[in-house]
């Protein structure tokens, strides 16, 4: 059985830029060219586009003539806009400019004049049905309005699409001087978000950037807001064990009751990587000890999968269960037999786990230590006497372990008495299941001593 990783957030962000690196963007997107002009005839790879400064000036003002001449037949010869007023053709054609100027900027990065010619066009027909659709005839003249200024703030979102890159670079760095430039700007918004639904202060705590995420929260930063998987700043903090970002983000509000989409929460993230400082942060703070995925795994239970002493201990003495088990019937003891972690089943036995607790499929710790040959977790079981005969799948302990051909645990199974005449479901004795020698040896060895 493999490891469980239903907690896993793995931070991925969405819409990073196109052909260089996010370390570039502020400089590309503040100033201008070496040599001064216009953006419009930079190429983005140290050279101009098109030789003379003469011709650039000669089809710059044919660009301009262009322009005006198309904005002129708009406005003079409009289209039938269903009964639409002036303010409804004026955000139109607002929208229009704004889309070709995005266009513009699209057709830059792409590079050349042709590109670039062919973006504003498209930009253009965006932008127009953009307003368009802000302003739908039905609509009343207030909503009308509303809804175009809507759609303008759109076109300027898309327009500060890099800048709002840059500061998710920031805050993954950690590159504060550079976020408060971002963030002073008023050009990026704080709860700016990729198309996962990531935020920078969730970038941040993820990668544990402590004045990052203060100056984030200070100016204004939602500490609750949630990615489309559920998870939180708190979340992606507790699961990356940084105890002072989680103390930071408590002292402004943050939540430890919202879920994500497996149903973890930041309580059990901390449990499955063993951040045993985060979880006495997060259970002095509130956070509920009998929290659960919904395949029913409990705290205790994803600690105990990963081998945490020092959670374990910790959860115990706050009151978690230790015999909690997931919906296959899966018991953390059985989960920590299965992994091979002696210790955490020695402790969890004295702690009263069931020692024969069975899974839906009749599997019990023993059995499962003894087909993996973990004999540390065998001799620890062995001291609380579990049942060494037929489970209810019809097999027991030492027809696996004949199985897996361990010598040793072979060995300690008969000393703890084990039957060697014990036949399974399939009326097999264990000695029919192997050819080796050794283990023939001691089942023989073991038989002759009980005849007796």
Known sequence: MGAHHPCR????????????????????????????????????T??????????????????????????????TTPQPLNGTDGKKLLSILTCRREGKGEGRKKGRRKGGRERGREGRREGGKEGGREGGRRCAPPRPRGAARR?????????????????????????????????????????????????LG???????????????????????????????????????????????VVKFLFEFGASTEFKNKDGG????????????????????????????????????????????????????????????????GTAPLWIASQMGHSEVVRVMLLRGAERDAARDDGTTALLKAAIKGYNNVIEELLKFSP???????????????????????????LEAGADPCL?????????ELTKNERILRLLRTKEKQRKS
């Not at 990052?212 to 990356?240: H, K, M, P, W």
């Open 265 to 328: 929460t930041a309580l059990l993230a901390a449990c499955q990587y063993g951040h045993a400082k985060v979880v006495e942060t997060l259970l002095k703070h509130g956070a509920n000890i009998h929290d659960q995925l919904y395949d029913g795994a409990s705290a205790i239970f994803l600690a105990a999968q990963g081998g945490y002493l020092d959670v374990i201990r910790l959860l115990l003495s706050s009151g978690a269960k230790v015999n909690q088990p997931r919906q296959d």
């Open 198 to 244: 990531t935020t920078a202060l969730m970038v941040a705590s993820y990668h544990g950037h402590i004045d990052c995420v203060r100056e984030l929260v200070l100016q204004g930063a939602d500490i609750n807001l949630q990615r489309e998987s559920g998870a939180t700043a708190l979340f992606f903090a507790a699961q990356q064990g940084h105890n002072d």
């Open 387 to 413: 049942t060494l005969g037929l489970l209810k799948n019809g097999t027991s302990a030492l027809h696996a372990a004949v199985l897996s051909g361990n010598v040793r645990t072979v060995a300690l199974l």
């Open 9 to 44: 957030e793995v931070l991925v962000l969405q819409g990073c830029y196109r052909g260089r690196s996010p370390s570039c963007a502020p400089s590309a997107a503040l100033c201008p060219p070496p040599g001064g002009g216009r953006l419009a005839f930079w190429d983005g």
């Open 46 to 75: 140290g050279g101009r586009c098109g030789g003379l400064l003469k011709n650039h000036q000669h089809h710059h003002h044919q660009k301009k003539k262009k322009k005006k001449r198309k904005e002129k037949k708009i406005i």
């Open 147 to 195: 809804g175009a200024e809507q759609g303008m703030l759109r076109m300027s979102f898309k327009k500060e699409t890099p800048l709002a890159n840059a500061a998710f670079w920031a805050a993954r760095k950690g590159n504060l001087a550079l976020l408060q430039l971002l963030l002073n700007s008023g050009r990026v918004d704080v709860d700016c978000k990729d198309s």
């Open 423 to 431: 036949r399974n479901k399939a009326n097999e004795l264990p000695a």
